[in-house]
């Protein structure tokens, strides 16, 4: 028998396109599969239509665990709880707006036990427009397999990829690198939380096709992005990275290379505000971990005297 693997969502008011994501399960070329659905304080019917759904996966050999909450949870939180139900060889996480290939299970899985030294794998997908349907590009990394090449990359926040359905992980390695499955509870950082571990030891692999279709939604979270809430996601991404950096004994000069990378995206984006408090407590932040460039110098200047977002819209232009 193929072995187990297990599938987490979570999904909040997905009424509109959570029917399609079933479907895509549904079809999965692959039979032993168990997933772990969270309806995650929805107020539409996403309830409704998984308990619907939840009979014709079960017909189909399919090992379903439908949970309800009343309230909207973080989803850091609900994702440790999944680590700590599931029963899977290998696992994977995937929103429930986008949707896996037929053979995407397989496909993976395949991967993974072909190179049985490897922790975690990652596919190419497609990226969907949801209002028209066009697909605007596919979405890749660059393989990486030099010692420690992806972490780096991953904290420099480069050839990096932070959707759920682009990669899937081995059970045996992650317990080994990251005994009893915990992470750090935040809102922010999830997907750095999981991937860092497996990057740190250099378990990562890569199927270079695409398996998968990414989703863009005006009113995703990544969609309604403003400044004031980037720079408190980048401020929550550093804890949290911090954290697992030093959960599993990482080297002080990657704390250092993520801390001069996130302050400095930081910086910059706080300069996009008119909140000039923040701006000074980001530019001494910044200031802290790192020796500041010209460029960097330049930019505190223009803001200052109120011409930096003039000169940023021009050089976007």
């Not at 850091?76 to 599931?86: E, G, R, S, W």
Request: a neutral charge; glycine letters at 6%.
């Amino acid at each position: 028998m193929n072995p187990l693997v297990s599938m987490i969502t979570y999904c909040y008011n997905g009424e509109r396109f959570v029917s399609k994501y079933f479907d895509a399960v549904l079809a999965q070329d692959y039979d032993n599969i168990e997933l772990i659905f969270f309806n995650n304080g929805s107020m539409d019917r996403t309830g409704e239509i998984a308990e619907e759904y939840k009979v014709k996966l079960e017909a189909r050999g399919i090992i379903t665990h439908i949970i309800h909450y009343k309230e909207n949870q973080c989803t850091c939180q609900l994702k440790q709880d999944a680590f700590h139900m599931m029963k899977g060889e290998y696992f994977f996480g995937c929103d429930s707006d986008d949707l896996i290939d037929p053979d995407y299970i397989s496909t993976m899985v395949e991967y993974l036990q072909n190179h049985p030294e490897k922790g975690i794998v990652y596919c190419q997908l497609r990226v969907i427009e949801e209002e028209t349907g066009i697909q605007k590009s596919i979405m890749r990394m660059i393989p990486k397999y030099g010692d420690k090449e992806a972490l780096i990359d991953i904290l420099n926040g480069i050839n990096t990829n932070f959707t759920a359905i682009s990669y899937m992980m081995s059970r045996k390695h992650y317990e080994r690198i990251n005994p009893g499955m915990n992470i750090f509870i935040s809102v922010y950082g999830e997907n750095y939380q999981i991937q860092i571990p497996f990057l740190y030891n250099n378990l990562q692999g890569y199927v270079e096709r695409p398996l998968g279709q990414y989703t863009v939604r005006r009113d995703s979270y990544t969609g309604t992005l403003n400044v004031e809430k980037k720079i408190r996601a980048l401020k929550g991404q550093e804890e949290s990275v911090m954290a697992t950096l030093r959960q599993i004994g990482a080297e002080q000069k990657y704390e250092l290379l993520f801390l001069k990378r996130i302050r400095r995206d930081r910086f910059y984006t706080s300069l996009l505000w008119t909140d000039k408090q923040i701006a000074k407590e980001c530019h001494k932040e910044y200031s802290e971990v790192c020796k500041l460039s010209k460029k960097d110098h330049i930019a505190w200047s223009l803001y200052k005297i109120g011409l930096y977002k003039t000169v940023f819209k021009v050089k976007r232009k």
